[in-house]
């Protein structure tokens, strides 16, 4: 259990530390890396979903034959409809978007930022509980390595995530302190959602399968929806390429070292 507890707060530990670099780093991001950070974080989101869950599902439904893919693709389905849901019904305002998305509301233009990036932030949480689900239903299919690899893994794309969120809030006129804080606060999410998803498992141990494909179908519409748009819309694209090859490699890596 305590292996697990540390697994599940990896991931917010990086966020923290990402938000922490509003007290070492000027008030904006310059450009190309603002494009290479996006892309990292995207590839190492791409690569996660795909070594991590949906291979891990099918895996898991292999006793169903040719019909093995079914949960995954099932799961995968629903987690997309998830995030699609909740960007429809939750007013949120993307780091660099202009005009709020979801449901029209007075709140102020930090807050629906942090928004934004908390929502983007459950599919990530989710995804850490179910391989830890995974890991502590037993069968050998998601060993604790495994486990730690996609926690470890997305502690890192949270880092520079981290950054992402908090440089452009002191940007807007936050202090360094409300910036850090609110950039701390929108990881909060991943840890709750983790465990939720791993309690939810416990009574639900035969959806595990559809429980992983579910969090890489969230975690792909992330991707698709605004971070690979925003690594590769306007100028220096190139660099938002090249970042999403090295956090692509990087998890890739991670997963089968450590496997």
Known sequence: MKN??????????????????????????????????????????????????????????????????????????????????????IP?????????????????????????VTIHNIPEGMAVGAVFAGMLAGGGTITAAAAFSLSIGIAIQNFPEGAIISMPLYGEGESKGRAFLNGTLSGVVEPIGAVLTILLSRYLVPILPYLLA??????????????????????????GTIGFSIGFAVMMVLDVALG
């Open 4 to 89: 697990t507890v540390i697994g599940i707060l990896i991931p917010f530990l990086g966020t923290t530390l990402g938000a922490a670099c509003i007290f070492f780093m000027r008030r904006s991001i310059n450009a190309k890396v603002n494009k290479a950070l996006s892309g990292f974080a995207a590839g190492v989101m791409v690569a996660a979903s795909v070594w991590s869950l949906l291979i891990p599902a099918m895996d898991m439904s292999s006793g169903m034959g040719k019909l093995a893919f079914l949960p995954a693709v099932v799961g995968f389905g629903f987690g997309i409809v998830f995030l699609l849901a909740l960007d429809s019904l």
């Open 92 to 116: 949120h305002l993307h780091i660099h978007g202009k005009e709020p998305e979801g449901p029209r509301a007075s709140w102020r233009r930090t807050t629906m930022m942090v928004l934004a």
């Open 214 to 239: 579910f969090a890489a179908g969230a975690m792909i519409y992330v991707v698709v929806e605004e971070m690979i748009p925003e690594a590769s819309e306007g100028e220096h694209s190139n660099w």
